[in-house]
């Protein structure tokens, strides 16, 4: 798997957010994007659990990856999540996306969260629109930073 870039200050994996959630990305031999997450205590909503927010931008994050290989940025223009089980804390999820169906300057995605054995817990799908040139030339000097940091 080839390790994806991380900006400062990103919430989902900014290195130098002191309340981010400080994820890598990877993307395996199928194009997939492949995260892990353990969440903590302070992730939760309902006791014992990740907090539905939290689980929506993972997914969110993960499926919108799928293009980082391409060099494509986009914004998320639709998202949907269905939630199949609840996502317990201290317990290592994955979550993969992966990239559907791709046109001019719109992209499907879909993605899910497992748990270690493999049992899905959430599955989601979105719309990413691709960010003209010029907002991303814009948007990455203001980054500063987005490099592949070492494991």
Avoid at 6 to 27: A, E
Avoid at 81 to 96: A, M, W
Avoid at 113 to 135: K, N
Wanted: proline share 7%; charged share 25%.
């Amino acid at each position: 798997m080839e390790k994806q870039p991380n900006s400062r200050m990103c919430f989902v994996c900014g290195v130098d957010n002191p309340i981010g959630l400080h994820l890598s990305f990877y993307t395996d031999d199928e194009g997939r994007c492949i995260g892990r997450f353990r969440p903590k205590p302070e992730h939760q909503g309902y006791p014992g659990h990740l907090h539905g927010g939290i689980i929506s931008t993972l997914l969110d994050e993960t499926m919108g990856r799928v293009l980082t290989p391409q060099n494509v940025w986009a914004m998320t223009g639709r998202l949907e999540i269905k939630f199949s089980k609840p996502v317990p804390l201290d317990q290592e999820l994955t979550i993969v996306g992966e990239l559907c169906h791709s046109r001019s300057r719109a992209y499907e995605a879909r993605g899910q969260i497992q748990l270690p054995d493999g049992t899905t817990l959430v599955e989601g799908s979105g719309l990413y629109i691709r960010i003209p040139d010029e907002v991303v030339e814009q948007a990455k000097s203001s980054l500063d930073f987005w490099e592949v940091v070492p494991d």
